[in-house]
């Protein structure tokens, strides 16, 4: 009998030291290798220099744009019925799911889209995306539900807040009696087919923070990101003469429209921090913010064109993250990503990367492209990346889904903490049970922290290095985990868990 366990532990361990360990992330009974990928194609003309990538940080942001806006991304069937909202959620479920896969850790869910929100809502009518009509009722709540699956994955979940912009002229009279047109229609101004809020009203900033109080009471959000928090394209024809004149008091229209995007985001901020300092606040400025020394912005600009003071809002402590829209290449885009990273005042700054443009239907940009701008972008230390928009991720043209997983992103990572807000870190986790079972597996369980998520290392040494990202093996909001014995063996590894606060600081490891 002895000799037999004996063959069985030798041909095991043989079965199990074949594999990698990147390949085996966890050691459940349902860990299975991931199949060969064949790494994306790279041109001759692209530059060698890049084909390796940078070592990957512990901490970086990696995000994406989950849009909601006519289902883009999700959803793409509408909730009618009891069957139908069960597909819709599966739908939800799939694409977090490919997300966790390749180790996206933000979430940027579209939540507010043009004056109509995707959960139950005081102030404005549901999103025509979820049932095919406005204002109708799905019979669930989606963003709760987002985020209860989103959290399981141990991914953070921001609400995407669309700002400035509230509907098409087509949609005014659709959208039913809680519509911004109905409910406090001199806020609006026209401008070619959509109306917006007028920033230059006071009432439009108390409005927007609104719905920032709104979500961020109600929810268990990580963060809350603006987007379109600027004046709209050629704003010189933007119909705002009539607030000037009333509320411009002398100054130069150009500050003053400047001011009063400073003045929603710092509203906005204020409210969002004193009901839960530890929600993340982000917006995606324009990809650039000014003129540099040795480029020009050509006439497109955040500071500039459409009034977005993005830098000094990272200054004046009004602004955690920002996610400039970085949809360029080249001259257009390096100069820029290092004024970004020069002019962050130590907040985190992660350039959004127009990956639609690798997709043939778009710009059918080659893989290089954006491979050499994501090496770049953490060679030079910035914050991390975040992706427009998920589809084209999850979709994998010219293979940058593979690239990610199997290359750019090895191992987890954590965002970076927001030491201007708390530095305190929470108490090690403290061992309540350990016990084994069916004989293969270990089963251990600690003590909740509220607030907590928790992070999961594993090392063949002793005591396990925290500090390397390699050993990361998962992020939870689990407080107990279960591995395989035999696993642990053949590799000879040790676990140790860290507790993770909602600033991201975090603690001193229980080693095990």
Known sequence: MNY??????????????????????????????????VQPKVSDQECNLFLAAP????????????????????????????QSREKQKEELCRLLDRLQACRINTVLLQTRVRGSVIYPSKIEPWDVCLTGQFDRDPGYDPLAFAIEETHKRGMELHAWVVTVPAFKTANAKKMGK????????????????????????????????????????????????????????????????????????????????????????????EAIKELKPWVRVSCSPVGKYNDVSRYSARGWSAYGTVYQDAQGWMRDGIMDMLLPMMYFQGDHFYPFAADWQEKSYGRTVAPGLGIYFLSPKEKDWEWGIIQRELCYLREMGLGGQAYFRSRFLTDNPKGIYDYLQ???????????????QSTSAPEKPRLVKRERRNGVNEYLEWEQQEGCRYVIYASSELPVDTSNPKNIVKV??????????????????????????????????MQL
């Open 476 to 509: 939870t909001s689990d407080n107990c985990y279960i591995y395989s014995l035999l696993g642990a063996y053949c590799y000879g590894y040790h676990l140790a868990v860290t507790a993770l606060d909602r600033y991201g600081n975090e603690s001193l490891p």
């Open 178 to 269: 809680r519509s911004l047109m109905k409910t406090n229609p001199k806020l609006l101004k026209r401008h070619g087919d959509q109306y917006y809020l007028d920033p230059g009203l006071p009432g439009s900033a108390d409005y927007l923070t609104a719905i920032c109080r709104e979500i961020t009471r109600n929810y268990d959000i990580d963060g809350i990101h603006f987007d379109y928090i600027r004046y709209p394209e050629n704003p010189e024809s933007f119909a705002d003469g009539a607030s000037y004149k009333k509320y411009g008091k002398g100054q130069n229209k150009r500050a003053w429209r400047r001011n009063n995007i400073s003045n929603m985001v710092r509203e906005a901020y």
């Open 406 to 420: 199997t290359t750019f992103y090895p191992y987890p990572a954590l965002l970076p903490p927001m030491t201007w």
């Open 55 to 82: 070592t990957a940080p512990k901490r970086e942001v990696r995000a994406v744009w989950v849009t909601t806006l006519s289902g883009l991304d999700w959803p793409t069937s509408r909730a009618t019925n009891a």
């Open 4 to 37: 037999i366990l004996f063959i069985f532990v030798c041909f095991a361990s043989a079965l199990f030291c074949t594999q990698t360990r990147a390949q085996i992330p966890e050691w459940g009974l349902a860990a299975k290798p991931k199949p060969l990928v």
